[in-house]
T-cell receptor
């Protein structure tokens, strides 16, 4: 079993829909990251969380440390949001090393 | 501002040939450096990380090696490539003071034929 699990693996949505991607982890962590990977492969960091909730534009990330669960929400989705979204964690006391989920491939149709 | 460079962007190499991928960081000193690989259909996996010149830690047994000859240069190498070495290789950096903030390079897509 992977230490970081994401669901769903694939997601197709219509433009304007509210989207949720889930991440569960089984280890103690110092921080959790949501990353975005576009078709060319480049990765952009969206959020880094250790507690609570963060919002940036139409993106919202939440984390529940007790339940070892995080969600990434996209409001009013747009075709340009189509990408692979990756959850990653810094395991407690392991410094900057990241453990990654398998990613969620999101396709938003116009 | 800080930037990270990787080259080449794409590479096609035959089985058994050597490999050298380079990563350089500008605008920061003494960064922590990381090599990750994304094999086809699989998630990203940490291969190596370095906290200083000549200091390399390997995370998984493999056909690859890493070196850090200069403070802001990180090199991924192989003497003889295997088909299973194909994938997308990403270099990343963080500063020791903000170790959880990691910045990724553009990546190198390697195809071993």
């Amino acid at each position: 079993k992977n230490e970081v699990e994401q669901s769903p693996q694939n997601l197709t949505a219509q433009e304007g829909e509210f989207i949720t991607i889930n991440c569960s982890y089984s280890v103690g962590i110092s921080a959790l990251h949501w990353l975005q990977q576009h078709p060319g492969g480049g990765i952009v960091s969206l959020f880094m969380l250790s507690s609570g909730k963060k919002k940036h534009g139409r993106l919202i990330a939440t984390i529940n440390i007790q339940e070892k669960h995080s969600s990434l929400h996209i409001t009013a989705s747009h075709p340009r949001d189509s990408a692979v979204y990756i959850c990653a964690v810094n395991r407690y006391n392991q410094g900057g090393k990241l453990i990654f989920g398998q990613g969620t491939e999101l396709s938003v149709k116009p | 501002s800080q930037t990270i460079h990787q080259w080449p962007a794409t590479l096609v190499q035959p089985v058994g040939s050597p490999l050298s991928l380079e990563c350089t960081v500008e605008g920061t000193s003494n960064p922590n450096l990381y090599w990750y690989r994304q094999a086809a259909g699989r998630g990203l996996q940490l291969l190596f990380y370095s906290v200083g010149i000549g200091q390399i830690s390997s995370e998984v047994p493999q056909n690859l090696s890493a070196s850090r000859p200069q403070d802001r240069q990180f090199i991924l190498s192989s003497k003889k490539l295997l088909l299973s070495d194909s994938g997308f290789y990403l270099c990343a950096w963080s500063v020791p003071e903000r170790i959880y903030e990691q910045y990724f390079g553009p990546g190198t897509r390697l195809t071993v034929t």
